[in-house]
């Protein structure tokens, strides 16, 4: 089943990349938000998560972050993205793992912690501290944006339920 | 496969982040309504403070990457050479506690005065 799951993990990234793409095509969201993420390629992470794990998710988080960091024009985001979303993606596996969440919710704390770990990294960086009235907005802007994209995700996991169960026999 | 849970649009401990929502909803409700005009824009380069312009004086500080314009009170990021332009697309700013942030040229600028939003920092 090896084989399967590799295919399976090569069209998710190839779905986190797409999206990720397209997001950094996109004019930012809301111009008073500086460096809001949609988090559109998160829907490929979380899919990972749910159908293959959290070892082949791990990968396609840090090969999408890194990819389009180099061909967005802006490598130095590499790092905030990759701030953001390791933190996002480890509150997002331990949800799953305990169970008690719905998706939606579970993709809104992912939201929420990619938007945190970006801008504390650029707190960080820019060594300004007066630019942290922004975690909030961030952070509300984030949980919206993930519980939406979770929502989205929970119908395309029920939609290929069956076709996933019938390749497993 | 993993020892997951099936996939439910919602559980019982969803409450605890709805209760976090509406405590950011308020946050934001109430940073975005106290009405606090700001005095002075702090440009900060690396987390150096590197110049301190009063709202009432237009004035225009610059380097080799990007251009911060103080104009009728307001100040804002005219030009700047990084890829993504999202301080340029912030426009102007005039209130206590907003700031234009430009990530690539690690430049920072902040709106400090009277209803200074401290709390959080
Ligand atoms: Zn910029």
């Keep these: 089943m090896t084989t399967k799951r590799l295919v399976r993990a090569a069209i998710l990234l190839a779905v986190a990349l797409i999206l990720g793409f397209l997001e950094t095509l996109l004019p930012p969201v809301f111009p008073m938000l500086p460096y809001a993420r949609i988090g559109l390629g998160n829907a490929a992470v979380l899919l990972a998560l749910l159908w293959l794990g959290v070892p082949y998710a791990a990968v396609i988080l840090v090969l999408k972050s890194v990819v389009i960091g180099l061909f967005s024009g802006a490598p130095t985001m590499i790092l905030y993205s990759l701030a953001g979303g390791t933190l996002s993606f480890a509150v997002m596996a331990l949800l799953l793992r305990i169970g008690a969440n719905g998706l939606p919710a579970v993709s809104a704390a992912g939201g929420i912690l990619h938007n945190l770990g970006q801008i504390l990294v650029a707190i960080a960086v820019t060594g300004t501290a007066g630019i942290a009235v922004l975690l909030v907005y961030l952070s509300l802007f984030g949980a919206v944006a993930g519980g939406v994209i979770g929502v989205i995700v929970y119908f395309v996991d029920r939609a290929t339920l069956r076709a996933r169960k019938e390749d497993r026999t | ?121």
């Design chain 2, 1 to 121: 496969m993993s020892s997951l849970r099936p996939p439910a649009l919602f559980r019982i401990w969803d409450v605890a982040l709805i209760v976090l929502l509406l405590v950011l909803v308020g946050l934001t409700l109430y940073f975005a309504l106290i009405p606090s005009s700001g005095e002075e824009a702090e440009i900060y380069l690396n987390g150096e403070k590197v110049a301190t312009l009063p709202l009432s004086v237009d004035a225009v500080w610059h380097n080799e990457h990007v251009r911060v314009v103080v104009s009728g009170g307001t100040v804002c990021v005219s030009e700047s050479d990084c890829p993504d332009k999202v301080c340029v697309a912030r426009g102007a700013i005039s209130r206590a506690g907003e700031s234009v942030v430009c990530l690539p040229n690690r430049v920072v600028v902040v709106i400090t005065g009277e209803g200074e939003v401290e709390a959080i920092s």
